[in-house]
């Protein structure tokens, strides 16, 4: 298992960026493929985004495409999150996860502890 902390959330207006980043410990960074999950107050956690170890293939869903960039740099042992024309409906606390190339949360056995972030309108 590797050890996750995020940062990089914070308050932004509609329309903004935000970029936010994974920092993981451990040697085995690059055997993991990574993902980016949020969760808003009242729902469950979902699915936003997902790089493969290698950072060869990314996945992302669909209220995100086109908005949002997932990243790696297997060197610095750190998954990014490009978070473009942020949306009110984008608010919640995002968290990375690593595990296999997936877009389910069970694939993800290591998460980190969090980020909040809040677009307002």
């Known amino acids: 298992q590797v050890q996750l902390v995020e940062s990089g959330g914070g308050l932004v207006q509609a329309g903004g960026s935000l970029r936010l980043s994974c920092a993981a410990s451990g040697r085995t960074f690059s055997r993991y493929a990574m993902g980016w999950f949020r969760q808003a107050p009242g729902k469950e956690r979902e699915f936003v985004a997902a790089?493969?170890?290698?950072?060869?293939?990314?996945d992302y869903a669909e209220s995100v495409k086109g908005r949002f960039t997932i990243s790696r740099d297997n060197a610095k042992n750190t998954v990014y999150l490009q978070m473009n024309s942020l949306k009110p409906e984008d608010t919640a606390v995002y968290y990375c996860a690593a595990g296999a190339f997936s877009t389910v949360a069970g694939d993800f056995g290591s998460w980190g502890q969090g980020t909040q972030v809040t677009v307002s309108s």
């Open positions: 790089i493969n170890w290698s950072g060869g293939s990314t």
